[in-house]
């Protein structure tokens, strides 16, 4: 018998059974019980069935090691715990594309869930576990060091500079002069705009696709490496370059620095677009269907990332050709268009048909919604970029604007609607975090809904009444409702819910959490203040004052991140877990 086995073929079998009771299944299987008292040893049962004794041995300590690593791995062990007690399970979490899903001290959700999140077929990947678990532990390799973050820190902290700097601040100071009686440039309101999609927004959710989204979809050898670094320097270089050639667009070396810009952000992107489809090309068969929402929200929504940054690299050549400061309205609003309601929102439905619902634990989304809300948005974006084309009569491209905004706005009422996330209660047992971040995270979706509604009131109004309400005041508005309300609200929420967990820390401050989610809430409020200010104009002075609250929650934010990150990680604590449920589907 071989030193390492459990089963000793000499114990009685009633006596194996009275030590090993999850055995009884394995010893049926061959035909053995406790018949006449099991008080015959294992070989001699064996020989009198006339069975091989090494064949009966090697089942029951298959089955052994099946049920012990069970009682020592539950899918309700987190990956924190799993990596601390068997160090022998990192390799096999890597192959799974789940090892450095956290920070050094890794995430604090169970197994089963990641299981969820990352379409992993949850039998085998636990059944991988707990093989190399049962293990001798003290053989396997120490653990190579700590995880890389969850988000690329250049990443954030540059998409926080610049929106403290040339983006939010710069937004808020402009209102405030509009306010006071004076004037703002044009091209300074349209540089804001492209510091707070490209430079915030954009920058931001890079990344975490760079590091997220091959951990999303198994794809864990992929590293971005270089291109990483590259793309983020791009993006900072071009953004930097707008703002500081656009106003200066009467002088020759303004026009460089326009279209230079324009160069490098398009290189960026370009960059970060064949990033995202070499991991959805390397995904594993099974794991996800082509046309599995995830799938394809990501790729339609990079598909706009690029058409926006070419219109970005328009702008850039047409300022280089032109002494004009100021961005014609066929290359900014489509840009607009692109970059927000296909590339971010798309990637939005593409994260939140997956992993928004595992963090509200509200299931799985209605068939066929997400589809449809695909379908409704693609469409709609593009009939927003043919209704600037040249050439194309004002009245159909009025009415192709129109189209384009009641189909994106739709998409967002099918989506919501599909996946309840404003009204559907979480059924599932989930980790509770400081800060209730999932607040936070519903009231974003909250924000969207009322975005899509006030777009299609608009739409409806000015289609069958004489009400000029596809005017510049609404329009603004019903942006910094998607833009402060559901975009900005939305990372918060996400941050605030995964950095803290990934990392094994505590949110430094819950009670600042909240002041960021009310700050927020009341700017986003404050600027539909425009839509009444048309009858009352001192309502329109009122709403201006919504960036300051707006740039002090974005401090608030950033300080909790920075008071959060650099604490120490939390002491690992055994805690009863509840029982892990999914209605996901796992394949």
Not at 148 to 165: A, E, I, K, Q, Y
Not at 468 to 476: E, G, K, S
Request: charged share 15%; proline share 7%; with cysteine.
């Amino acid at each position: 018998m071989d030193s390492a086995s459990v089963i000793d073929p000499v114990i009685p079998v009633r006596d194996l059974l009275a030590k090993y009771p999850h055995l009884t299944s394995a010893l049926a299987a061959h035909g053995l019980d406790t018949c006449c008292g099991g008080m015959h040893p294992l070989k001699d049962a064996c020989a009198a069935k006339g069975l091989a004794l090494s064949e009966v041995v090697a089942d029951l300590e298959s089955a052994h090691a099946a049920a012990e690593a069970h009682s020592i791995v539950p899918p309700t062990t987190s990956i924190r715990e799993v990596l601390r007690r068997f160090p022998a399970t990192r390799p096999v979490l890597e192959r799974w594309g789940l090892a450095d899903c956290g920070g050094a001290e890794g995430p604090d959700e169970p197994l089963a869930w990641f299981a969820t999140v990352h379409r992993l077929p949850l039998d085998q990947f636990l059944q991988d576990v707990r093989a190399a678990a049962v293990r001798d532990a003290a053989a396997a390799p120490p653990v190579s060091g700590p995880a890389p973050p969850l988000f690329s820190p250049h990443f954030l902290v540059g998409s926080l500079l610049l929106t403290l700097t040339l983006g939010a601040t710069t937004g808020m100071i402009n209102l405030i002069r509009i306010a006071a009686g004076g004037e703002v440039p044009i091209d300074h309101r349209q540089i804001h705009g492209h510091t707070q999609v490209l430079g915030f927004a954009a920058l931001f959710l890079m990344g975490i696709a760079y590091h997220a989204f091959p951990r999303i979809l198994g794809v864990g050898g992929v590293r971005p490496g270089r291109a990483a670094r590259a793309s983020f320097w791009l993006m900072l270089s071009g953004v930097l370059l707008r703002n500081a050639g656009q106003p200066f667009g009467l002088h020759p070396a303004g026009r460089l620095a326009s279209l230079f810009s324009g160069i490098l952000e398009l290189a960026a992107g370009l960059l970060f677009a064949r990033y995202v489809f070499d991991v959805l090309r390397q995904a594993p068969p099974g794991k996800y269907a082509k046309r599995d929402p995830m799938h394809v929200f990501v790729a339609g929504g990079t598909a706009c990332f690029v058409l926006a940054l070419l219109l970005a690299a328009a702008q850039g050549a047409w300022l280089a050709g032109h002494a004009d400061t100021v961005l014609p309205a066929a290359l900014n609003e489509p840009f607009y268009f692109a970059a927000l309601y296909g590339f971010l929102l798309a990637w939005i439905y593409g994260f939140g048909h997956r992993v928004v619902s595992m963090f509200l634990g509200v299931g799985a989304p209605v068939r066929g919604t997400a589809e449809a809300a695909f379908v409704a948005q693609m469409i709609g974006v593009a009939c927003a970029a043919v209704s600037w084309v040249p050439g194309i009569p004002d009245a159909a491209g009025l009415a192709l604007r129109d189209a384009a905004w009641a189909l994106v706005a739709i998409s967002a009422l099918l989506f919501l609607g599909g996946n309840g996330f404003l009204w559907r209660r979480s059924n599932l047992p989930m980790l509770r975090t400081p800060g209730s971040p999932t607040v936070a995270i519903r009231m974003a979706f909250g924000w969207l809904a009322v975005w899509a509604v006030l777009q299609l009131g608009a739409v409806l109004v000015v289609r069958t009444t004489e009400f000029p309400a596809r005017n510049l005041w609404w329009a603004d508005a019903a942006r910094h409702a998607f833009t402060i309300g559901f975009l900005t609200l939305l990372i918060v929420g996400m941050s605030f819910r995964i950095l803290p967990v990934f990392s094994g820390k505590k949110l430094w401050s819950a009670k600042m959490a909240w002041a960021t989610y009310g700050l927020l809430t009341l700017g986003a409020a404050l600027r539909l203040l425009q839509y009444p200010a048309a009858f009352h104009p001192v309502l329109y002075q009122v709403g201006s004052w919504m960036g300051i609250p707006v740039v002090l929650a974005l401090c608030f934010y950033l300080y909790n991140l920075v008071r959060t990150m650099r604490a120490p990680a939390r002491p690992p604590v055994a805690a009863p877990r509840p029982a892990f449920a999914s209605t996901l589907p796992v394949r």
